[in-house]
């Protein structure tokens, strides 16, 4: 075969117009992948601890229950684990809507479809007062916030 | 004056009402829309018995989905501030809004079940084999465009059965090994259901996915032509290819005068003789727009007698008890509920097994399965041939399989996805919030 200055400059040309094509594709593509998200943030703000009753609190604009026992608090997430459907707490249990999981108070599985137990998120009180939770962040299970006992 | 009127009006109407079989071949050829088919067509293709016409009803279905579909359009704002509202103003406030809304969803669940139904009926005659192979894929790929067409479309309503339903739809895909997660992530938009969902959504629904199908229903039709017609044919063509040809009597010029002789004989490339078959125009065409009228005048009345399913807006942080999912997919949500595996220390969920590897395994099984065909030529196009009676009971028992799974789903399962019988009473559950 010949390979002479013109074969490899028509290759050149005809390749790089190619790859700009293909490129082409490829950013259209990486275009559906979002940089900027408009979500709400995993750290967010709760009320004040004194304001929790005792027991388990529903809190629906963040899915999650806060969980208060004396001046003790824990966050389980309200998301089920099988398929991200609000689950509701019934007393001695967490229960699924969608697929009929159930969680005991801890979150653990007893019975249905759910894989994991439901997680527990980081709580910690923000300088102004308020419950603040990192959804981002998980603890393992009996962890809790205990507030300074002039607060509660 | 009256004459061209009259010349304008044959040229609208004159291939439905050919007046010689040569006009009515040359009306199939000659007319645009009546190109697509053959020019002459064997009774039993068009015979109501064996195809029962089931393509056609889907076809038609889907036209009506098109045309409904466009008009909707009209009304529909894709924003998650507006699509409930405007849907709420389709049911009762705009004019025959409701029967529009109420006509394209029909028209939607029945294409997903006659989609289905024309591929069994495919699969009894045996119909995919041979030369068909590759138009039975197409057809896979049009029953799965169908329902990615019914799950784009259900979210649309924004209201809470769609929000939950895609919900649940897209953290099973989700489940998906190694490219799930990127996979939801670029469905939705982001992690949770959200604008940037709807209006992806919306996208797929009234362009994308519609283009795709009507693509690949066009490529569907031409390679019915190409494989030689319905194979409904298959046993009169065998039949015809194996008698004794008659060959034409002729005469010709010899040194010693007229000699009687043979000439050749012309078969049609269909392998049928002229007597097996009729013009295409009028009466194939006049059945299709039969069916057609059949269909839409159903679906019609379907719209005024029971109206579309909308809930309350779509809330993100109260699920409805239960969440039911459509009911083409409501045995995918049986299996997701009942599948999670315990093995030791490891579990495996029901998303990964009930949404992904079974109907996986599934939709493999239907692509493969012409490969591993090994019936005859002679059990092609006939009903429940006797050779593949075995093959026909895997397909007919998970088919009830799916249908048992689809009853159990929608009538027997209560709040939290426990079981009832459709007459015991269920608990009435305090409203959350």
Redesign the interface.
């Known amino acids: 075969m010949e390979t002479d200055r013109r074969t490899i400059l028509r290759w050149l040309g005809k390749g790089s117009v190619f790859a700009a094509f293909i490129a082409q594709i490829g950013a259209a593509a990486r275009a559906f992948f979002p940089n900027v998200l408009y979500e709400p943030p995993s750290t967010f703000k709760l009320e004040r601890p004194e304001d929790y009753p005792q027991g388990y609190s529903f809190n629906s604009e963040h899915r999650l229950f806060v969980v208060r026992a004396a001046n003790k608090f824990h966050v389980i997430s309200a998301i089920c684990t099988h398929l991200g459907c609000t689950v509701q707490w019934r007393g001695t249990e967490f229960d699924c809507p969608c697929h009929g999981s159930r969680f005991d108070a801890n979150g653990n599985v007893i019975a249905g479809p759910a894989p994991r137990p439901l997680p527990w998120f980081e709580v910690s009180l923000s300088p102004d007062g308020l419950l603040e939770v990192d959804s981002a962040e998980t603890v393992p299970q009996g962890s809790a916030f205990t507030t300074p006992t002039e607060k509660a | 004056m009256a004459t061209s009127v009259q010349r304008w009006w044959h040229k609208l109407v004159w291939p439905w009402s050919p007046l010689s079989e040569r006009e009515a071949s040359e009306a199939i050829v000659r007319n645009l829309w009546l190109h697509w088919f053959p020019a002459k067509v064997s009774g039993r293709s068009m015979s109501w018995s064996y195809s029962l016409w089931l393509g056609t009803v889907a076809a038609s279905l889907f036209v009506i989905l098109t045309v409904t579909g466009v008009m909707l359009m009209f009304f529909y704002v894709p924003s998650t501030e507006r699509a409930y509202g405007s849907i709420k103003d389709l049911q009762y406030a705009v004019s025959f809004g409701r029967i529009l809304r109420n006509q394209h969803r029909w028209a939607a669940e029945g294409m997903v079940a006659l989609v289905f139904i024309h591929m069994a009926r495919v699969f009894f005659t045996g119909a995919y084999r041979g030369a068909r192979v590759l138009n039975w894929l197409v057809g896979v790929a049009l029953l799965l465009l169908t329902l990615m067409l019914s799950f784009t479309g259900y979210l649309l309503p924004w209201d809470q059965l769609a929000y939950?339903a895609i919900?649940?739809g897209t953290?099973?895909a989700s489940e998906a090994p190694v490219l799930g997660p990127t996979f939801k992530?670029?469905l939705l938009?982001?992690?949770?259901v959200?604008?940037?969902t709807l209006l992806r959504f919306y996208v797929l629904h009234v362009f994308f996915l519609p283009a795709v199908v009507w693509i690949l229903f066009a490529y569907h039709m031409w390679r019915v032509r190409k494989d030689g017609g319905l194979a409904a044919i298959e046993p009169l063509r065998a039949m015809r290819r194996a008698e004794p040809k008659e060959m034409p009597r002729s005469k010709s010029y010899s040194l010693f005068g007229l000699t009687p002789g043979t000439s050749v004989a012309v078969m049609s490339s269909m392998g049928l003789e002229e007597r097996d078959q009729v013009a295409s125009s009028p009466n194939l065409t006049r059945r299709m727009i039969l069916v057609f009228l059949v269909v839409f005048n159903i679906t019609l009345l379907l719209s005024l007698l029971v109206n579309a399913p909308l809930e309350g807006p779509a809330n993100?942080?109260?699920?409805?008890?239960?969440?039911k999912a459509p009911w083409y997919f409501v045995w995918l949500?049986e299996l997701?509920?009942?599948?999670?595996v315990h093995l030791g220390k490891v579990?495996?969920?029901?998303?990964l097994v009930g949404?992904i590897l079974v109907p996986g395994v599934l939709l493999a099984a239907l692509i493969l399965w012409p490969f591993f065909d090994r019936s005859t030529v002679s059990a092609e196009g006939v009903w429940f041939a006797r050779e593949r009676t075995r093959q026909n009971v895997v397909f007919a028992v998970i088919t009830v399989a799916i249908i048992i799974l689809i009853i159990v789903g929608m009538y027997l399962r209560g709040?939290?996805?426990?079981l009832y019988w459709p007459w015991s009473p269920r608990p009435v559950l305090p409203r959350?919030?």
């Open positions: 939950w919900t649940v953290n099973i992530y670029l938009g982001g992690h949770f959200g604008q940037q993100p942080s109260v699920t409805p008890n239960p969440a949500q997701v509920a009942s599948t999670t579990t495996i969920s029901g998303g949404g709040p939290y996805w426990r959350v919030l």
